[in-house]
């Protein structure tokens, strides 16, 4: 059974930092991109952060460079977010999600695209002015 569990939420003053976990198990790690997505009240959910396990590589939304770091220990299966200099803005709920798009070929061996994505259950961050 694949899971991810978030950890790590909870309320911060602005210019404050938390870390948040991301736990996963049931899949294979290094074969996904992980990411932190974040959905505030009456917002679209949107990207925060990923990172793909395989090469190391991380991508930032512009409103977070600078501010957010992403990690992982591949050893534990867990990915984290530290955040830094938070502000009012950055409250939401923050998921995370692990996504892979793999090749496969049918039974009469005709190349196809499987996508897998997995989320959590959310975190709330909420961060005061």
């Known amino acids: 059974e694949v899971q991810l569990v978030e950890s790590g939420g909870g309320l911060v003053q602005a210019g404050g930092s938390l870390r948040l976990s991301c736990a996963a198990s049931?899949?294979?790690?290094?074969?996904?991109?992980i990411g932190w997505f974040r959905q505030a009240p009456g917002k679209e959910r949107e990207g925060v952060s990923c990172?793909?396990?395989?090469?190391?590589?991380?991508y930032y939304a512009d409103s977070v460079k600078g501010r957010f770091t992403i990690s992982s220990d591949n050893a534990k299966n867990t990915v984290y977010l530290q955040m830094n200099s938070l502000k009012p803005e950055d409250t939401a709920v923050y998921y995370c999600n692990a996504e892979a798009l793999m090749g496969l070929n049918t039974r009469m061996g005709v190349p196809t695209t499987v996508r897998y994505d997995y989320w959590g259950q959310g975190t709330q961050v909420t961060v005061s002015s």
């Open positions: 990172m793909g396990n395989s090469d190391g590589s991380t």
């Open positions: 049931g899949f294979t790690f290094d074969d996904y991109v």
